[in-house]
């Protein structure tokens, strides 16, 4: 299964943080699973660094070194998936996330997320 992390999911995994489900930490663990992040996940989280909402050390620095040894495969933002997130319904407005929606619709990924508000858009949520 191809599964694409929220920022909250990333950084939970990153730092062992507990609040990281069990069903979760065994799916990313999971070999035969391919680990994604977005391009839209390390700017969120820088963005959110720089402002102070977000206190996680260096993780931002670390980032592309964290994400290469862990073997994951980085998603860039394309055309298609601009499109798609700024024509999806309202029910949510973070810019973030819809992108997330909009590149697990187009790239048939699963969520892994905390966020029930990915469930209003079809998308499937792993916690």
């Known amino acids: ?8 999911a ?27 992040v977005s391009v839209a996940s390390a700017w969120e989280l ?18 592309p070194d964290d994400l290469n040894e862990a073997g994951c495969t980085v998603l860039p933002i394309m055309l298609d998936h601009a499109i798609r997130a700024g024509s999806l319904p309202a029910h949510h407005k973070d810019p973030f996330d819809r992108m997330l929606v909009a590149q697990a619709q187009a790239e048939n990924l699963a969520i892994v997320s905390s966020d029930p508000v990915f469930d209003h858009y079809g998308v499937r949520r792993l916690w």
């Open 1 to 8: 299964m191809k599964l694409l992390l929220d920022s909250n």
């Open 10 to 36: 990333l950084v939970w995994w990153f730092s062992s943080d507990p609040r990281l489900s069990a069903k979760a930490h065994r799916a990313i663990k999971n070999p035969s699973n391919e680990i994604v």
């Open 46 to 63: 820088a963005i959110k660094s720089r402002l102070g909402k977000l206190r996680m050390g260096d993780l931002v620095e670390r980032l």
